[in-house]
């Protein structure tokens, strides 16, 4: 992939974006005329600036802003969202919006503002001027950490374990900022006993399209403190979140089991997400799942687990059946519960259908566990394929038609087309353990499967890798598969409302109520479809 960088295609993208810089020039001087003095020296204009905001990980999409804002404080933002709503209105045809801007890790340009301002989270973090990380609680109360929304996920793990605390609910991918996680949802292994990370958040700080400054919970603003966790951005920009903190574990029992059996596979996932107790030795505390082709390597990116030694049996095996299906798990422990934990994995192992002789085991600490993808980030890094383009797909199906799901699509389509690089995840989740207050979509059945086709390619096939994403909901929308995109991206308001379905309604009515000017996160397109 990395030859591809000086690609035709990439010079066209390039020359697109430079062309596009140049038409910003009167947009910049808009802004410029409508900040306050003490704020008007923090939008950045130059073209390393806006060409970093103009792009994300997917490598897809560029939307060139006018500018890029750094603020010095959280009321430097709120200052800046309050001038744009004073000065913008609704229908306007260079409406002032503004998108916050983390690790810029969406892929379809959810976090840009073309023509608008970027608000730069990253360089507010490294510029030691966000809210930061405090750890609370004890005596009696709930544990939790204070957490600024610029944040990084690993900083928060490290915070708290300094106090010999944790948070429960994670991403897969932990150098994602807390604002950007709770903005979708935040999922993982976890999730099927934990629920999502919006469900670890006790109270929010949140500047909304006003650039009103309220501080939401349950309790107080609980309106606006639904909206917002897996809100997509639309109703305000988080600036703190308390998060729900519980006791750290040590260490980690990491297993995993393949089969050549989807049926079986599945059947075996559900069942241990299904099983409940109030003793953690009831339970794993992650699960997850994925497929091997004969595409991709044994290995990937997320995590090298299985040993060199095993790797042609494996290989032969994915040969004779075209792909495998490997269940990930994990149990956590401690020093109590290390002497009980191997035979508390074999009771919990009873009776799973795997294939025989293929079930493979690591020990790991709890951090190195939690930060498993990293390493693979590096080598990615190194060899400069991180910054390729990452067409990606993420869906939530229904349990009742995961079957169908992987006849037509992991058999089928994904066979046929014999183009599948990175990691293809699929694994289930409890709806029990999300709030449907919240904003998050997902399928209206007890259990759902999430499923990640995580591609990356060069910038010359990447269309390719789009093409497929495309036969793959074309196939669930004539199979009448109710699948709900995670991390969602459509391209017309008809789309919008199928995705949020019942919840549309509200949904559009607190839009209405905390932005009315329609002036956050346009790169999302729910309300501006231009």
Request: charged share 20%; proline share 5%; hydrophobic share 35%.
């Amino acid at each position: 992939m990395g030859e591809n960088f000086l690609s035709p295609t990439y010079l066209i993208l390039l020359l697109i974006t430079i062309t596009r810089l140049i038409s910003t020039v009167g947009k910049t001087e808009q802004w410029k005329s409508l900040l306050l003095p003490e704020i008007s020296n923090k939008l950045r204009e130059d073209p390393e600036a806006i060409q970093g905001a103009s792009r994300d990980y997917g490598n897809l999409i560029h939307d060139v802003p006018a500018g890029v804002f750094v603020p010095s404080s959280v009321q430097d933002i709120a200052t800046l969202i309050k001038l744009s709503y004073n000065n913008n209105k609704v229908g306007d045809s260079v409406p002032c919006s503004i998108a916050a801007r983390g690790q810029r890790h969406s892929t379809k340009g959810q976090a840009m503002a073309r023509d608008g301002v970027v608000v730069d989270m990253a360089r507010f973090r490294e510029g030691g001027n966000g809210v930061g990380i405090t750890v609370g609680g004890g005596g009696g109360k709930q544990y939790y950490a204070d957490v600024g929304g610029e944040q990084l996920w690993i900083d928060v793990l490290r915070a708290a374990m300094e106090h010999g605390l944790t948070p429960v609910s994670w991403t897969d991918y932990l150098y994602l900022t807390v604002g950007g996680t709770l903005s979708n949802a935040g999922i993982s292994g976890q999730t099927f006993k934990y629920g999502p990370q919006i469900t670890s958040v006790l109270e929010m700080d949140v500047i909304t399209g006003k650039g009103e400054s309220v501080t939401c919970s349950k309790q107080t603003n609980s309106e606006l403190f639904y909206a917002v966790l897996g809100g997509l951005g639309q109703f305000g920009i988080i600036t703190r979140a308390r998060i729900a903190l519980e006791p750290a574990p040590k260490r980690v029992k990491w297993v995993r089991f393949l089969y050549d059996d989807f049926s079986a596979f599945t059947k075996d996932q559900e069942r241990l997400i299904s099983i409940n107790g109030s003793k953690q030795k009831n339970r794993l505390d992650y699960l997850e799942g994925m497929l091997l082709m004969h595409q991709g390597p044994i290995n990937n990116w997320r995590s090298s687990f299985f040993p060199l030694a095993d790797h042609p049996r494996i290989i032969s095996l994915v040969t004779q059946h075209r792909v495998l299906y490997c269940l990930e798990v994990a149990k956590y422990y401690d020093d109590q519960s290390e002497v009980n934990v191997d035979k508390e994995l074999q009771v919990l192992f009873q009776g799973l259908s795997y294939i025989p002789g293929f079930y493979y085991e690591k020990n790991v600490s709890f951090v190195e566990f939690l930060n498993r993808v990293r390493s693979g980030e590096l080598k990615l890094q190194s060899q400069g394929l991180w910054d390729v383009p990452h067409p990606w797909l993420n869906l939530f199906i229904p349990k009742s038609q995961i079957l169908d799901f992987d006849s037509g699509v992991f058999k089928n389509i994904i066979h046929k087309r014999n183009i599948t690089t990175g990691p293809a995840l699929v694994y289930p989740m409890n709806r029990n353990r999300w709030d449907n207050k919240m904003s998050a979509s997902i399928p209206d059945e007890d259990v759902f499967y999430a499923v990640g086709f995580l591609h990356s390619s060069g910038f010359d096939n990447w269309k390719a890798y789009d093409a497929q994403n495309r036969e793959i909901l074309q196939f669930c929308n004539d199979a009448g598969i109710k699948y709900k995109q995670y991390l969602p991206h459509y391209r017309t308001q008809e789309g919008w409302t199928n995705h949020f379905g019942p919840k549309w309604g509200t949904f559009s009515e607190r839009k209405h109520q905390f932005d009315p000017r329609m002036i956050l996160s346009p790169g999302q397109r729910i309300f501006n479809n231009n």
